[in-house]
């Protein structure tokens, strides 16, 4: 009986941390998307010069992380979850919280199947939907894979492989490769 | 962007790269180590090595009461053995043997410059493991022939990864382990054997010098050249080769001298100011040398069965001087690999050199050096074409002819038919053409699968050049898509989505220039092929990559499949603009580059937003844009497209606000405006989506 509560109580321990990871990982990608991403900020092209100004801008963040916004992608995806070293997150459900970094509203919202994602963008007055897969941790869970979905209009954006590496108890995005491009 | 079979000149290939950075470290290493070369040189002689010798200093300065100078000369020391051991000299036949390897070759290069590949050959397996690869040659002899390999393969990328697909299916694979490698002071020069795998025979010879001062010349001579000699030839360099397809055949597969008694009587005519040779390049009489190496070239170290009656004066290598380079040069049509084949191809130069001299007309002389490098034609041959080539230019009822398009025609139908285009016949109507090539219509009617690929490609060549070259089997062609199949792939996604695939049909019978130009040039690429899917995608389509297949995938939103919620605008400038991305990977990879690294862009696309991008932003889905934007100015060339599929419905500007769909945030002028409302095309888009536009896909 004990052993039991030993069980579950570590289980809570470590349930718990796998959400307090996924949440810091989330924090970590939506504080560099909304940082890094240029097409989130309104550029001025003048003669051969650029000017870059954090306008306020709105991010819509799809608040379940899912597959059926990776399809063009799946093959990559299977490729890591084939690998031995790597498992993949079960928690499907994402919090993002209504919040302003860097200039940038970020909003949760439900993208739905309907829609196309121009009129998404029109409707809300957003400029970009993100949403996330299924996150892929390592053995160790020192590093993350996450695959972003990331759309500035129906052929604006594209979906990327974010590396993330745990520096203590954050993450760090290590490397952002671009997967597809709209 | 118009890119079909003349090749982009400007741009560097990856290869450019690697040896630029291979020299730049090269540099960086001699500068680091500047300031011990005097001690180097001292060293060298007595075989120490370069921490053997610091060491030997340092304790000098010691011993002589001086340890500040000794310590500073250790922390040098250190500093300078690590650099050294990092960066080896780059003679080093372990470094290049590596650097070689570590190139991202891909599988058909792999093949092609793989030693094991030999052992399936049956009847070369035994011979070559007789050839003696020991003794002190061995590293010159590793390292000359890895240049030749390199050498090899920049050429391949030069063309377009056609060369080696040529030399493998035409002449022969190289026994890189069977060649003779010519040690002249710092020069080098490597003959390698190509041997075909049925059959017990050499079948060509490759030929690389590189001289101490970087100076490059190469060759490769098939049998067929060799024994299509009738009478005399102009080809310098043919005693030499006569001698080498003897030694190469005696030494692997035990050949007697029948065949190349014949050859070897043949005169060589001397071309005027156009050939010349270095004295030490005068080969000797062959024997069998242990590893391979030839290390006296000007005295008779070859002569255990010197070929009978073949004169007493040694052969010589032969390259060219400025008396058949000049207009070839000055014309601006050749790189550094194709320098070097010149410079091994005397008759060909003069002939492309003379050329150019009477006519102001370098992408023709290209087309001509293209076909010259691909063995397409003889050096006799080229020289009947050139003049055929003049005589037609000269005619004033053609004008207004796209001459280069005819010639490029021409010139693909040989390759793949060994036929002249009726069309060339007519429009070339001389004698030596007539003479040289019947054409034969029938041969085109038949829609031979395997020829269909290489005439399409002419046909949206000529569909390109405003329909100057005739196409007698375009009708023929376009109703047998099984070909296209085979390079555009349909998934069973996309055929099952009606509209979507109704669309690309729409797209790709008009065959319409931006089409053309993008997914039409994957029916070219002999490496990457396209295949189109529908999924569930958050955007309306993406590009992306299948590196394990080598396949470009365009895939399409599923939204699109219900016709009530979009136009068939809205599928065909999804299609085109997916399209752009796909052919901007295409053109980078089918030349070597990793189209992932957004560094490479800016040395390809020489635009300020795009070197913008590649060091803020940081993704290919911003650069991709604007080049599409800022370089090419495809949203025209979407519009265009639109209006044309549409049945030209109002005007191009009112399909501009489609076209700018995806782009806006990368203008000047749209930067601001996410959603185009407040642009002059919004309300031409909203007339023509009033007129309820259609393709005929939606019902």
Known sequence: MIKLKILLFASLIFGCANQNDQQKILNTAIEYISSENVPFRKMHYHNDSILVDNQEKIILIHPEMNEFHFESVSSQLEKLRGNDNYSIEKQSILHPKKTTRNGVEIRPYHIPDDKRMNDILFEQQAHAVVSFAPFIYNDAHSEAILFVNYACGGLCGGIYQYTLMKNGLEWEIFDVESITIY | ?699
């Not at chain 2, 010349?217 to 067929?224: G, H, I, N, P, Q």
């Not at chain 2, 009656?309 to 601006?332: H, K, R, V």
């Not at chain 2, 604007?626 to 060339?637: F, G, H, K, W």
């Not at chain 2, 749209?670 to 009033?690: C, K, R, V, W």
């Open chain 2, 1 to 699: 962007m118009y890119v079909l079979y003349t090749r982009a000149r400007k741009q560097k290939n990856r290869a450019t790269f690697e040896q630029e950075s291979y020299t730049a470290f090269q540099n960086f290493a001699v500068r680091v180590l500047c300031g011990l070369r005097k001690f180097i040189n001292l060293h060298k002689s007595k075989k120490m090595n370069l921490k053997t010798s610091l060491k030997t200093v340092v304790s000098t300065f010691f011993e002589l009461k001086l340890p500040v100078l000794g310590l500073l000369m250790l922390l040098f020391c250190i500093t300078a053995c690590n650099e050294h051991e990092v960066l080896p000299p780059s003679d080093s036949p372990a470094e290049s043997l590596e650097s070689f390897e570590a190139l991202n070759l891909s599988a058909e290069e792999a093949d092609f410059f793989s030693d094991e590949k030999i052992n399936e050959i049956p009847h070369l397996k035994q011979a070559v493991e007789q050839l003696d690869h020991n003794g002190r040659g061995r590293f010159f002899f590793a390292r000359s022939v890895q240049k030749t390999k390199r050498f090899v393969r920049n050429m391949n990328h030069q063309m377009e990864h056609k060369y080696i697909p040529h030399i493998t299916q035409n002449v022969g694979q190289p026994v890189w382990l069977a060649s003779y490698v010519a040690k002249l002071g710092g020069d080098m020069m490597t003959f390698v054997p190509l041997v075909p795998a049925d059959e017990a025979i050499i079948n060509g010879v490759l030929v690389y010098q590189k001289t101490d001062d970087g100076d490059t010349s190469y060759s490769l001579t098939t049998r067929e050249q060799m024994a299509s000699v009738e009478t005399e030839t102009d080809d310098q360099n043919y005693p030499l080769l006569v001698q080498m397809f003897y030694e190469f055949d005696k030494q692997l597969f035990n050949a007697g001298t029948e065949a190349y008694l014949d050859w070897g009587v043949k005169p060589v005519i001397e071309l005027e100011d156009c050939s010349t040779f270095p004295e030490y390049t005068c080969l000797g009489r062959m024997t069998e040398l242990p590893n391979r190496v030839i290390t006296l070239f000007d005295t008779p170290v070859f002569d255990s069965t010197p070929l009978p009656d073949f004169g007493t004066e040694f052969p010589c290598y032969y390259i060219c001087d400025a008396g058949c380079t000049a207009d070839i040069y000055a014309s601006g049509i050749a790189d550094e690999e194709e320098i070097a084949w010149i410079n091994g191809n005397c008759s060909y130069a003069d002939v492309i050199d003379d050329f150019l001299a009477d006519n102001d007309e370098p992408e023709i002389g290209q087309i001509l050096l293209d076909a010259a490098i691909l063995g397409y034609l003889t050096a006799t041959e080229s020289k009947r074409l050139a003049n055929a080539i003049d005589v037609y230019l000269n005619d004033p009822d053609n004008a207004n002819t796209d001459a280069a398009c005819v010639v490029q025609e021409a010139l693909e139908d040989i390759s793949s038919i060994g036929e002249v285009p009726l069309a060339l016949m007519c429009e070339m109507s001389t004698d030596l053409m007539a003479a040289k090539f019947s054409a034969d219509y029938e041969t085109y009617s038949s829609c031979n699968p395997v020829d269909i690929q290489l005439i399409r490609t002419s046909i949206i060549n000529c569909q390109n050049s405003n329909g100057n070259c005739l196409c007698p089997s375009f009708d023929c062609i376009l109703n047998d898509l099984m070909i296209v199949e085979d390079i555009i792939i349909k998934d069973e996604s996309f055929e099952t989505c009606e509209r979507v695939n109704c669309v690309y049909d729409v797209l790709f019978d008009s065959m319409n220039e931006l089409f053309c130009s993008t997914i039409g040039n994957f029916m070219e690429s002999t490496i990457f092929d396209l295949e189109f899917r529908v999924a569930n995608i958050i955007g309306d389509g993406q590009t992306t990559y299948d590196e394990e297949n080598d396949i470009i995938i365009l895939t399409i939103s599923n939204f699109f499949c219900d016709e009530s919620e979009s136009t068939d605008l809205n599928v065909a400038a999804t299609i085109l603009h997916e399209g752009i991305h796909a052919e901007l990977r295409r053109y980078l990879m089918d030349r070597g580059y990793d189209a992932n690294n957004v560094e490479i862009y800016p040395e390809v696309w020489d635009n300020y937003l795009v070197e913008w991008y590649a060091e803020n932003s940081g993704t290919t889905n911003d650069i991709h844009h604007a080049i599409m934007v800022r370089v090419d100015n495809y949203v025209d060339l979407i519009a265009e497209a639109l209006w044309q599929v549409n049945d030209q419905v109002f005007t191009i500007e009112h399909y501009k606000h489609l076209a700018w769909d995806g782009l806006r945030g990368y203008s000047e002028q749209y930067a601001d405006d996410t959603y185009g409302i407040n642009t002059s095309f919004y309300p031409l888009h909203q007339e023509l989506m009033a007129s309820n536009p259609t393709l005929g896909c939606d019902q």
